[in-house]
């Protein structure tokens, strides 16, 4: 077989009609200009028109110079499938460590994939399979991933690691990780190992989709826990949406993440944690101007790093739990992250506190931040069923209802799995909404937002189109909210806090009823030490300007209002 520099797919023997499996003739082209790149240093491309391009049972081990360009996202469609093979996975091009003795040494060079589809929805493996991907590639070196559309992949959608002076743009995932429940590792929309190529890894990551996706929609993941977290990579001008987690930094140093929305994520809309495969959390990294909105969990969930980080600039809003909330997991780190930064953040309209800290802080700087009309999850336990009440897909209508908007944001609520015979019992404020003995078996959803007669829900897991896991409860159903928590501030610290400098907030509700109990709430369990809180404005919010369940030790309070 001669080599051109550009190979039509169809000359070589690519169908494109669906039917055929074409891998075996794409496989038989990939090798013969890779074997030509290899013996006079030419990269080429394969050049595939608008078709339905079949890979059938086994990947295409990918080489180093080969690109692959089609004719654009829904035009050049790659459909994969493993009906003779269901304990391989079947991504369309690979390339592993463990498969191919990927390495630094071992590499693949100048590539581009642009322009196609990848359609993941006809592999099926008999048990969870982290390869199981669209794309599973490893140590690239001068790659551009542009213009794909990747969806339904049993694992992760766009699954390349070690990425070196790499752009990935314009990639839009979908469903990914159909096969993961949410507690495997990988099944992301865009999910990129690090740490193979050292301490610097230059990759940007910009203009990029994840929606739906089983666990995160971006992620970064050191790969091996003696490795160096890596700098140098960006992510910049995405959108994340209906995924467990928006973007997560499981193990980078100094990631920057610029101007990206991320919104109506399942757990959170930005993860810091040990959650990863080598229980590293990200370091060091920078969050500015971007939109963290209607997050079913948390707005930004940063823990398990030793610091610093810092968020500037963003609008933290309508979460269902924290805007903000410092943690740490179990078997990750555990000491206090020290330097961590809010600058001129704009968190409002969280379910509960706007600022949340339940892991030790050390010299924490957070100022110039505006912290209002947090607290929304403010309504109290509530009952009904019976005519007027209605489930949809994805909502609970009761007719009759006259809910505080916003106040059952993040709550869970019940609904019989059979309509009630009985009108509900009403609940006196501050009852637990427990079921009698005898009463029918309930499902749960969790809600999102509310008006005043409608509660919107979270899908059941991402991608989906129900909130309901057996089935939309019939109509007139009996359903139960449980009573608002309390108290919920501005700022609340329920951990070690350090020499904290808290200067030129304005930490108030402005709304009516209000919701923010408190600008400051020290928990029992806080133990505040030193530093300086000054300048603020701590007034307008519900009860008291502040709350000390535990005293602060030392530092200065001063000249704060309200």
């Not at 993440?257 to 229980?279: E, I, K, Y």
């Not at 959803?445 to 899908?459: G, K, S, Y």
């Amino acid at each position: 077989m001669t080599a051109p520099l550009t190979a039509d797919a169809h000359a070589y023997g690519l169908a494109g009609d669906g039917t055929a499996d074409d891998g075996p003739a794409l496989q038989e082209l990939v090798d013969a200009l890779g074997d030509a790149t290899a013996a006079d240093g030419r990269p080429r491309t394969v050049r595939v028109p608008a078709g339905r391009y079949l890979v059938r049972d086994r990947p295409v081990r990918w080489r180093s110079g080969v690109s692959l360009v089609g004719a654009g996202r829904g035009a050049t469609c790659f459909v994969l499938a493993n009906p003779g093979a269901p304990d391989r996975p079947v991504p369309l091009a690979w390339f592993t460590t463990a498969q191919h003795g990927a390495g630094p040494e071992n590499h693949i060079a100048d590539v581009t994939f642009a322009r196609f589809e990848i359609d993941g929805s006809r592999v099926r493996t008999e048990e969870y399979e982290v390869l199981a991907k669209g794309l599973g590639l490893q140590y690239v070196l001068r790659g551009r991933f542009s213009d794909l559309w990747i969806h339904d992949t049993a694992a992760t959608g766009f699954g390349c690691d070690f990425l070196q002076d790499t752009v990935v743009e314009g990639v839009l995932t979908e469903r990914c990780g159909r096969q993961d429940p949410g507690e495997k590792m990988g099944g992301a929309g865009i999910g990129i190992g690090v740490g193979g190529w050292g301490p610097v890894e230059r990759l940007a990551v910009t203009d990029c989709t994840a929606r739906g996706n089983g666990t995160n929609g971006i992620f970064l993941e050191l790969q091996q826990e003696d490795w160096v977290p890596p700098r140098g990579i960006r992510v910049t001008a995405c959108h994340t949406e209906d995924n467990r987690y928006g973007i997560s930094d499981w193990g980078a140093d100094g990631l920057l993440v610029t101007g990206c929305s991320m919104l109506g994520n399942h757990v959170a809309g930005f993860d810091v944690s040990a959650q990863g495969t080598t229980s590293v959390g990200g370091r060091g990294g920078i969050v500015t101007g971007c939109v963290l909105d209607g997050n079913a969990g948390d707005g930004i969930a940063l823990g398990n790093t030793p610091g610093p980080y810092a968020f500037r600039g963003n609008r933290i809003s309508n979460n269902g739990r924290y805007g903000y909330w410092e943690h740490n997991l179990a078997g990750g780190d555990q000491e206090p992250a020290t330097d961590v930064v809010l600058e001129s953040n704009d968190v409002h309209d969280n379910a509960l506190d706007g600022i949340r800290v339940d892991a030790p802080l050390h010299e924490p700087a957070i100022f110039g931040n505006r912290v209002r009309n947090n607290g929304r999850r403010a309504a109290g336990a509530a009952v009904g069923g019976g005519a007027g009440v209605r489930c949809g897909p994805l909502s609970l209508t009761d007719e009759g209802a006259d809910w505080l908007p916003g106040g059952h944001r993040g709550k869970e609520v019940r609904v019989a799995a059979e309509p009630s015979a009985s009108p509900p019992v009403e609940l006196s404020a501050g009852a637990p909404a427990e079921p009698s003995a005898g009463a029918p078996a309930e499902v749960t959803a969790l809600v999102v937002d509310n008006t005043a007669t409608r509660l919107d829900l979270v899908p059941v897991r991402p991608g989906a189109v129900t909130a309901w896991p057996g089935g939309t409860p019939a109509p007139g159903a009996a359903y139960r909210l449980p009573d608002a928590p309390a108290p919920r501030a501005g700022l609340t610290a329920a951990a070690a806090v350090t020499h904290p400098y808290v200067h030129g907030n304005r930490v108030r509700d402005d709304g009516h009823p209000r919701t923010q109990v408190h600008a400051v709430w020290l928990a029992p369990d806080a133990v505040w030490t030193g530093g300086r809180v000054s300048g603020n404005d701590f007034g307008g919010n519900a009860s008291a300007a502040t709350r000390f369940d535990s005293p602060p030790s030392g530092g200065r309070w001063r000249d704060n209002a309200g």
